[in-house]
């Protein structure tokens, strides 16, 4: 074989390599959690949060929220998620301040603000906890799709909830754009966060 095959066999691998380099690099990312097509407006609500104040969900234009529906008598899903909200925000470090974790109760007569304030400084006090009028929060179990059933359980005083425990993403415009089932993993929230957050300024 004369030096000139061997150069052009070798030119014609590295330019194989590089095509393929460049491929792997230009390949779309792949979310883990359902992508919304195209993405949901949110309109625009008014809850309670712990510390008593007004929250609107415009408060949060030009961050990142994920959203979670649950209780804080709940015994296993909605501790096991504000876990999991704990360790992705810690690990964002500080792209952490482009993005909110918003907790919306399913039980209304029980989650106070002082009781949301209390739960919420187990996890994270930078987190949101959101009560108000069970005519007001209903609205905004039905936009985002959220399922909510009181259960009564022989033998127990108080009663459970049964209610949606799926993740919602809204991007920085307040579409919805993601949602994710239970126990998903901080892990792969995280990822998928640390490339959403490239388009958030």
Known sequence: MTKQKVWL?????????????VGFVLRPYTYRGT????PLPMADFQ?????????????????????FFGYTYCPDVCPITLAEFKQVRANLAQQAEKVRFVFITVDPQRDTPQVLAKHLQNFDAQFIGLTGAEEELAKVWKQFGAYRQIRQVEGMQNYLVDHSARIYVLDAEQNLILTYPYDIGARILLEDLRHLLKGVR
């Not at 066999?9 to 194989?16: D, K």
């Not at 992508?35 to 195209?38: F, G, S, V």
């Open 35 to 38: 992508l919304i097509e195209p």
């Open 9 to 21: 066999g070798g030119g014609l691998i590295g330019l194989l390599l590089i095509l393929l380099g």
């Open 47 to 67: 809850l309670t949060d712990q510390h008593g104040a007004t929250f609107r969900l415009s408060d949060l234009k030009g961050k990142l929220v994920l959203v």
